[in-house]
């Protein structure tokens, strides 16, 4: 038909890495693993910015690196680490930060490890504690052991895919443990969420008197994304190995922290932009009354395909006055 023989298409270009800049006051253990995480997800390009003699430097070059003066220089970024808010505090201009998050930059930051017999903070600078989904009269360290816990229907979350245990995907618990593996973490920042934000892992001291405290929170600024991770020594979880194999998968199960670092990355520089449900079907054009076969496409966060859950299509008529006759629902045979 020459009336109707066109079609517009949404296209969405996307650069062929993700990157992201670590800013952090010193070497140290946690930016390894994040450096190593990165490097497991061929879509992320991780910056390392230190402080040196000259001022701020990527460590990859040695190049000065200034805080963007506007927050539209931020866009050649699409997320930043923050390990400690001291040493570089003063060569972030805060309130451009806060644009750029709101314009969807994500945002990272990790408290920089203490010595032993150092509890109190430093509390963060008036313009990042704006932006944290945490809050705190007085930033202090805890003592622990904490353990770490998700909460009931955080485990489906895209961050924890890999994570939550195999309880999550079906498996058997008892083989694939996920975060339970870990050994606790020694301390964590007494801290409480805000309004709004998702705690999604909690750090739980065992025994009648133990509390709960925040440990990993997500929250949303407009379009951006902020995480806050409360834990001393997150380096300690990655390097351990409990060698535990998933049954059936021929091989070792992915280890949860190092795991729970890769999905951090991948949702700080792109949330769920990458994710989501799509049916289409077999043929352009369909007759009216004609049946049509509907494909499944199911995509996690990295874009690519989810095979390891169940789908299900609702189909509502949203005319009809008799609510048994206004749902549908449909199992699919296979995935697309």
Do not use: C
């Not at 709101?102 to 990790?110: A, F, R, T, W």
């Not at 809050?135 to 202090?140: G, H, K, L």
């Not at 997150?234 to 922290?257: M, N």
């Not at 890769?262 to 932009?273: I, K």
């Amino acid at each position: 038909f020459l009336a109707n023989n066109q079609v517009s298409l949404a296209i969405n270009v996307r650069p062929d890495r993700s990157r992201i800049l670590a800013l952090a006051p010193r070497p140290g253990w946690d930016l390894r693993f994040l450096a190593q995480a990165a490097q497991a997800e061929p879509r992320i390009e991780l910056s390392v910015v230190y402080p040196s003699a000259q001022g701020p430097v990527f460590a990859d070059s040695l190049v000065s690196w200034q805080d963007p003066g506007i927050s539209d220089s931020w866009g050649q970024w699409d997320g930043m680490v923050l390990i400690g808010w001291q040493g570089l505090a003063a060569s972030i201009d805060w309130v451009k930060l806060e644009e750029a998050v709101k314009e969807g930059l994500g945002l990272l930051v990790l408290p920089a490890n203490q010595a032993a017999n150092q509890r109190s903070v430093a509390p963060p600078p008036a313009g990042l504690a704006k932006l944290l989904p945490v809050t705190a009269d007085q930033y202090r360290w805890l003592e622990g052991p904490f353990f770490g816990s998700i909460p009931t229907g955080n485990a489906g979350h895209p961050v924890l895919h890999l994570v939550a245990g195999g309880a999550a995907r079906g498996l058997d618990a008892s083989v694939d443990q996920g975060l339970a593996s870990l050994p606790p973490l020694r301390q964590i920042i007494g801290v409480a969420s805000r309004p709004g934000a998702l705690d999604l892992v909690e750090g739980m001291q065992k025994g009648p008197d133990g509390i709960s405290l925040p440990l990993l929170v997500l929250g949303n600024l407009e379009q951006g994304r902020v995480i806050w991770f409360g834990g001393q020594r997150l380096w300690e979880l990655a390097f351990w190995e409990p060698g535990i194999r998933s049954p059936g998968a021929g091989q070792e199960s992915p280890q949860a922290a190092r795991r729970l670092l890769q999905n951090l990355l991948v949702w700080l520089a792109a949330g769920q932009e990458e994710s989501g449900l799509v049916f289409a079907g077999r043929r352009p054009f369909y007759q009216e009354g004609e049946r049509i076969t509907l494909g499944a496409q199911w995509r996690d966060m990295r874009g690519q395909p989810v095979q390891d859950r169940d789908l299900a299509l609702i189909l509502r008529n949203l005319d009809a006055s008799d609510q048994a006759d206004q749902d549908r629902t449909f199992a699919p045979v296979s995935y697309t």
